[in-house]
């Protein structure tokens, strides 16, 4: 047991989180099972080790960080280890990619059972269903998601700045006046283009080359979080990684679910399953009409964020593009979106229709009173006319 608070002293004493994560103030730590899913590469360690830093002094054996990467944990489960953690006064243990245990909800469900005063905090894949495909956790467990950085996030980790989230409807309303607190202190153009192509994922700090990590990311992400979790066998795995770089290359469009059967030889149904579990792990969004979902075919396949898109070779990334990407990526959060039945227009909670455009770019629609104007190449907007990089605030 020495040894796993060693390992904890060090880890939190050498967390590096310059930004915290707003997620860290909706979660109620109260709970006594807590699961923060995440894709991989958005931060779910560091928020771990954070919290752990934040609440507990570094000597303090109440609060314990483990990793079930860990081969110890290949031979004791999860329960038997926080019986002991317990009984040593441990009443806080966080528990880092808990997937790589076998039989995991039901140890944490006798983790539950056990021990009434321990709470347990546990990180794990977004492909994860926690409460569908683990009914042993139904009514015990809150499930919450942590997403890559946010613009706001990125803009504050950049500059020293600490501009807070706002609601969709506080920049409706307000954008022209939250706008003129933003720009003395910042000019939010220049750093947008930078978050689009690289800002998504926090390892952007690493000295490492960003689309060459990404790549890797990706290459995980259906390797092992959508093979390994979903139990696939393996010789299905170039399937898989055939039809999401079809789609990738397709670009937004509503896909040809028959064509893309018979391009990496398998059933429809398949390739609709398919396109759920690269969903599942955040490489892709569907997009819907409005009333309409999964299981029936989206009206348009999207990548999941603008930093996707240049990581894929030899995509050329249109600008357009790019844009309609981080508008829904960053409304997806908190917020529906359908496709509006126009390219570059959407459907947000069934009942705001936006525009996402080119601000420099001349518009015939721009007299509609009832759209709403997300235009890129401009740092300010008026009216019914905002600027796109203020989304990136909502977060």
Known sequence: MEAFFRTHRYLVEHTLAPVRRRLMDEIDWGDRLIGIKGTRGVGKTTFLLQYARENFNLEDKQCLYINMNNFYFQGRGIADFAGEFYHHGGRVLLIDQVFKQPDWSKELRRCYDLYPSLRI??????????????????????????????????????????????SLDEIL????????????????????????????????????????????????????????????????????KKLFYLLAEEGPKAPNVSRLADEIETSRATVMNYMK????????????????????????????????????????????????????????????????????????????RFCVCNAEAKSKTKDEEDVIYARYNTEIGRGNMIPLWLLGFLY
């Open 277 to 352: 579990y690269l969903t599942d792990a955040r490489l892709l969004n569907l997009i819907y009409r409005e009333g309409e979902d999964y299981p029936k075919k989206p009206s348009r396949v999207m990548l999941h964020n603008s930093n996707l898109l240049y990581a894929i070779y030899p995509i050329h990334v249109e600008k357009q593009t790019a844009m309609e990407t981080f508008f829904v990526n960053t409304l997806w959060k908190d917020h529906v979106v359908n496709e509006c039945g126009r390219d570059g227009w959407w459907l947000v909670d069934g009942n705001l």
């Open 173 to 240: 309303h307000n954008h022209e006046s939250i706008v003129r607190e933003v720009l003395p202190r910042v000019s939010p153009r220049r750093y947008f283009q930078d978050y689009i192509h690289h800002g998504f994922y926090p390892f952007f700090q690493e000295r490492r080359n960003y689309s060459e990590n990404l790549l890797k990311t990706m290459n995980m992400m259906t390797e092992v979080d959508i093979l390994f979790i979903k139990q696939i066998e393996l010789k299905y795995l170039i399937k898989i």
């Open 121 to 166: 905090v546990f990180t794990g894949s977004s492909v994860m269903r926690l409460k569908d495909e683990n009914p042993e956790l139904n009514g015990i467990v809150r499930s919450y998601n942590l997403r890559g950085f946010s613009f706001r996030e990125f803009l504050n980790l950049l500059t020293g700045n600490s501009f807070r989230a706002y």
